[in-house]
């Protein structure tokens, strides 16, 4: 049986040429870059590289870029190290229902810490409204964390704008762009972005690394203590493999960012005509314009979402619920109660996201096995 991966979002392969650039670094050049002799001056240099490539893909400074472990890391730094950092400033703080957990928990943690957060509310397609953002800020607020592509429901915020209201009231703004690397070209200087945060496996990279972003003259404090690494930001040796493939996964990305959002935008726009034309009483969420191109989250009325995805798995199919890191949670999700979408659809809920080795002819193979999926789960209710 062959096996059809639709759940990019969640995680992707890492690309040849990406593991091609790794491997050196786990067994020739393993020096730790602290080190001075010439193994550890060439794992050094090789950081800095990846760095210069990371800081090109979004139009930033090198030294603005700091490595972690993965976005959720990178969130809970920028997040809790400028609160820290800034306590004497302000304690308000502000996001939105549908933000990732690595945010939502992080700005649950600081409200235990004396914070107060604002969470916005969101429109049926996932947008915040700049009017409630407008008025929500205080003379105490000193951060907005809104994220840039929601990881669930594809909808791309207008991180632009958010950033100009935040900096018209003198207010860092943070975005979460772990979803948006690779499928929205990213310039931080144009689109008012202070900090952001990315993940080098949902974009083609290994996992266990992610970056952070953090404008010039922003105080951050490192919330992990060590050493020195990271211009004292992040303690802990390297993970120099890892920061290789971060810094080649994103220079392809970056290269390839128009043919690859046509090809998912076509991909996406034949299944959904393909899903429509087939199976009755279905329905899309988010906005189909300003959504993730390879990203499709759909309700199919009447029918168990945890029953669709075992009757895929068995044909060959790995798609999802939605964010994979709530899917051990058997809470609905917090995204789609925030849009409103009423339990009848609720329930049936699955996203699938394609990748760069998914063709039309997969598509067509989980169009045809989920007519006889839904048909079957519908008739036994």
Partial sequence: MK???????????????????MIPYFNIQYGNPSSLYRIGRNAKRAIEEARENVAYAINCEPFEIYFTSCGSESDNLAIKGFAYANMNKGNHIITSRIEHPAVLNTCKTLEKKGFSVTYLNVDE????????LNNVITNKTILISVMMANNEIGTIQNVSKI?????????????????????????????????LSMSAHKFYGPKGVGALYVKSGIDCERIQDGGHQERDKRAGTENVAGIVGIGKAIEIATHNLEQYNSKLLSLREYCISELRKNIDNIKINGDLNKRLPGNINISFKGCDASDILLELDKVGIC?????????????????????????????????????????????????RNLIKIVSKLRTKK
């Avoid at 900096?167 to 070209?185: E, S, Y």
């Fill in 3 to 21: 096996e059809i991966y639709f759940d990019h979002s969640a995680t992707t392969a890492v690309r040849r040429e990406v593991l091609n650039e």
């Fill in 125 to 132: 397609k996932g947008f915040i409204d700049f009017n409630e």
């Fill in 163 to 195: 950033g100009e209201i935040a900096h018209q009231r003198n207010i860092i703004f943070h975005t979460d762009a772990v979803q948006a690397i690779g499928n929205i070209k990213i310039n931080v200087k144009d689109m008012n972005i202070d900090m």
């Fill in 319 to 367: 798609a999802s619920g939605g964010s994979a890191c709530s899917s051990g949670s058997n809470e609905p999700s917090h995204v789609l109660i925030a849009i409103g979408l009423e339990r009848e659809w609720l329930e049936g809920t699955i996203r699938i996201t394609l990748g760069e080795d998914n063709t039309k002819e997969d598509i067509d193979y989980l169009v």
